[in-house]
């Protein structure tokens, strides 16, 4: 199948990974234990009781995966850095080797000709910081704002794209109110404070950078979702999508993009919280400008209003999330191109910035065949797919700079821990072996046919 590769000039192609799914070495040079670490730590938390060692072994292997990533043809390479590897206290003290491997990586990166993009934070909270309230307590935009000052001058002077924080959605809603992710609450009015003090360390931290590397682009990354009720909606079926899109998107481009959370997320809380943790002010710093906005989709939310239902988000009354349409990715996650279409468009519009699909990418129970190869035709299907529905965005209006595959490579997913492969590099966890699957193959394929 031949497909497209259209893309306009200077679209980046990049792939993205996050410290603690890839890095392993959980306890070397002085890094202190995150929350992860903790929540692995919990029967029933991950599965197989996976933890984040050996993950990809990438602190020990870093230059040879950089040359991987020069091999595939990538412009730009997304990783985050480990806040317990450089400040294993939370706060205080800049742990010398762990930030040395961060500046190894950044130069080893340049050396070979691809842009670094870093994201400061994804989601390995240094646990000493969580002994202490973790996102529930306010002082966690201080502590940020430090952590990133720390980051940023040693740094700044060779990274011009920074992102703040990861798919903040998850590090509130489902760590504090769903519970699975660190740390592991469940709590309605506990995932709301987290994500305002998630806002507020972002807003906190975007001055500190700009002070540090004049001229950078700052960001943050989101995970916003299409939410889609059923064909012919009722006026119930319509509030179901307003509420659960009000937890999923508005809850984080209100504060960001406009200033003011959506109405309607304040009035359908209103019974569970008063919102005491708003301060004044609290709005203006959330709302500093950005350069562009980091989306990372996979797939779309399907609900329906149910009389009597509860849905566990904030303003849940009266929802219910319905079945993913098929066809499924080995998450059990829907395939919408159409989705990704929609979503993007949303998210330009609200932002009115430049974005990058920071992430994007599929599960598929891949293995290494006799012939050595990785086929995995699901994947380079998906590929191919969300690629066709960036480009139909860009024509459609949306200012889309990039492309971020997910991932570089298999790694540890989290609560699913090495079960589940994203990776369009297959790794065998035994031999830590990277093997290139066929959709790696097309990804560079794709790139080297665009870059002509
Ligand atoms: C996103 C995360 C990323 C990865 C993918 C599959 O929500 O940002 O770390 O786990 O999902």
Redesign the pocket.
Known sequence: MTFDTRFPDGFLWGAAT?SF?IEGSTTADGRSPSIWDTFCDVEGNVINKDTGDPACDHYRRMPQDVVLMKELGLDAYRFSIAWPRVIPTGTGEVNPAGIDFYSRLVDDLLENGIRPFVTLY?WDLPQVLDDRGGWLNRDIKDWFAEYTQTVVSHLGDRVTNWTTL??PW?SSLLSYTLGHHAPGHTDRVEGLVAAHHLMLAHGTAVPVIRENCPGAEVSITL?PTQVYGPDNPTDADLDAVRRADDALNGIFFGPLFHGAYPQSLLENTAAITDHGYIHDGDLEVMSAPLDNLGV?N?FPTRVKATEGAVHPLPGGEGVEETDPHPPLTDMGWEISPQGHHDILMRSAQECGLPIYVT?N?SAWPDEVSEDGAVHDPDRTAYLHGHLDAVRQAIDDGADIRGYFA??LMDNF??AFGYSKR?GIVHVDYDTQKRTVKDSGHEYARIIAAHHG
């Open positions: 996050a799914q994804h990861n798919e998850c995970n990372n996979y992430e990418g997910w991932s997913e989290w994203f």
